[in-house]
C-alpha cells in the first residue's frame, strides 16, 4: 500500500458546480483501484507567480490509498488534457497525516 | 570614522541576510530551530514555514545562515521546490 497527496489547481472563473463536477470525475477514477481518505477545497488563493496567464486559482487537494501505479498516471494523464486546469502535483508517502489542515482557515 | 561606523549600524546592512559583510560580533544560534521537541514538520503546505528559509526573490537560504541540519535542510529544499511548483511561495 502506498499514499498519495494530490492537488490540483483549476481556473479562477470555475463555478462551484464546475469544481464539484471536476471533484467527482477524478475521485471516481481514484476509486476504482484506491480509497480516499480525505478531499479538502482550499478555495481561492493567490498564486505567487503567474501560471499560464493567471494570478489566482482554485486549489483542491486529495489524500487516498492505492496498491497500483497505474491509477496516479491515469488521473494525472487526463488532467494534462484537461483545459480548466493549470497544474497538478502528486506526492507519494509512508504515512499521511490526516488531521492538520493548513488551509482550513480559507475554506470558509 | 566614528561617523561612518554609526551609519553602518543604522542601515540595513545587516538586516539582509545573504549580505557578505555580515559583522562578526552577530553570532548565529548553533542548534538547529527544526529538530527540537515539538518542532513544526517539514511540508510543503505549510507556508508560513517555509516563508522563514527564503530570500526575498524566492531563493533557498543556506544552513549556514538558518544553522538548520543537514538532514533537515534537504527535507526543506524539497518542500520549497513542491510549494513552488504549485505557486503558493
Redesign the interface.
Known amino acids: 500500500m502506498a499514499f498519495y497527496e494530490h ?1 490540483f ?1 483549476g481556473k479562477q472563473d470555475l463555478s462551484n458546480k464546475e469544481v464539484d463536477n471536476l471533484v467527482n470525475k477524478y475521485s471516481e477514477i481514484i476509486n476504482k483501484s484506491g480509497k480516499i481518505l480525505k478531499t479538502e477545497k482550499w478555495g481561492l ?1 493567490n ?3 503567474k ?1 499560464k496567464k493567471n494570478r489566482k ?1 482554485i ?1 483542491v487537494h486529495f489524500k487516498f490509498e492505492t496498491e497500483k501505479d497505474k491509477t496516479v498516471k491515469e488521473v494525472e494523464e487526463k488532467l494534462t488534457v484537461d483545459n480548466n486546469i493549470i ?1 497538478y ?1 502528486t ?1 507519494k508517502y509512508d504515512k499521511l ?1 490526516l488531521k ?1 489542515e ?2 482550513a482557515q480559507t475554506t470558509k | 570614522m566614528r561617523r561612518d561606523k554609526k551609519k553602518q549600524r543604522k542601515g540595513s546592512g545587516y538586516g539582509n541576510k545573504l549580505s557578505l559583510f555580515q559583522k562578526p560580533e552577530v553570532r548565529f544560534k548553533k542548534n538547529c530551530p527544526l529538530s527540537i521537541k515539538n518542532a513544526p ?1 517539514v ?5 508560513k514555514l517555509i516563508r522563514r528559509y527564503i530570500s526575498d526573490t ?1 531563493k533557498i537560504l543556506p544552513s549556514r545562515i538558518t544553522s538548520v541540519s543537514q538532514n533537515k535542510q534537504r527535507q526543506l529544499a524539497t518542500a520549497i521546490k ?1 510549494a ?6
Not at chain 2, 43 to 47: L, S, T, V, W
Not at chain 2, 84 to 89: A, E, H, P, W
Open positions: 492537488t489547481i488563493l498564486l505567487a507567480t501560471i486559482g486549489f497544474r502535483l506526492v497525516d492538520k493548513y488551509f | 514538520a511540508d510543503y503546505k505549510n507556508i524566492g513542491r513552488k511548483i504549485l505557486g503558493l511561495v
